[in-house]
């Protein structure tokens, strides 16, 4: 069984990037998938193409000191791949990246054109015919 707040197999990481929602931004890439846990659990993909080993954990240590600085809403599995320019930037706009990302995932959807009152097209169409 995983410690609390990691995801750690590879099937784990699969199924978020399969099913999760992406989130672009400018120093990383963040995957959102809901679980049926109460707690957030957190995944970094810091790979070889971002640099050497000591490059890596510096990538990996920031992104977790974001997630612990900045705690998303329990209940999800994220999945964060750093981008090289992670490393260049300061932890203040790192910070607002992050929380910018959160804030796209928890956004409500819009409702679609013309059920915001709650009437359906078909039935605003036929408005006072039924009358």
């Known amino acids: 069984m995983n410690g609390p707040g990691r995801l750690r197999r590879r099937t784990e990481f699969q199924r978020v990037y399969?099913?999760?929602v992406r989130s672009s931004g400018r120093y990383s890439t963040i995957f959102f998938l809901p679980n049926s846990l109460e707690i957030t659990r957190l995944g970094i993909a810091?790979?070889?193409?971002?640099?050497d080993a000591v490059v890596r954990?510096?990538?990996k240590r920031l992104v977790r000191e974001l997630f612990r600085r900045n705690p998303a809403t329990p209940g999800f599995d994220?999945?964060?791949?750093p981008?090289?320019?992670?490393?260049?930037?300061?932890?203040?706009?790192?910070?607002?990246?992050?929380?910018?990302?959160?804030?796209?995932?928890?956004?409500?959807v819009r409702p679609p054109r013309g059920a915001a009152d709650g009437v359906r097209r078909e039935d605003a169409a036929a408005g006072?015919?039924?009358?």
């Open 18 to 20: 399969e099913h999760g």
């Open 46 to 51: 810091a790979t070889r193409k971002l640099g």
């Open 57 to 59: 954990n510096r990538a």
């Open 78 to 81: 994220i999945v964060v791949i």
């Open 83 to 108: 981008k090289a320019d992670l490393l260049k930037a300061s932890f203040a706009s790192l910070e607002a990246d992050y929380r910018s990302h959160l804030a796209r995932r928890t956004r409500p």
């Open 128 to 131: 006072d015919s039924r009358l």
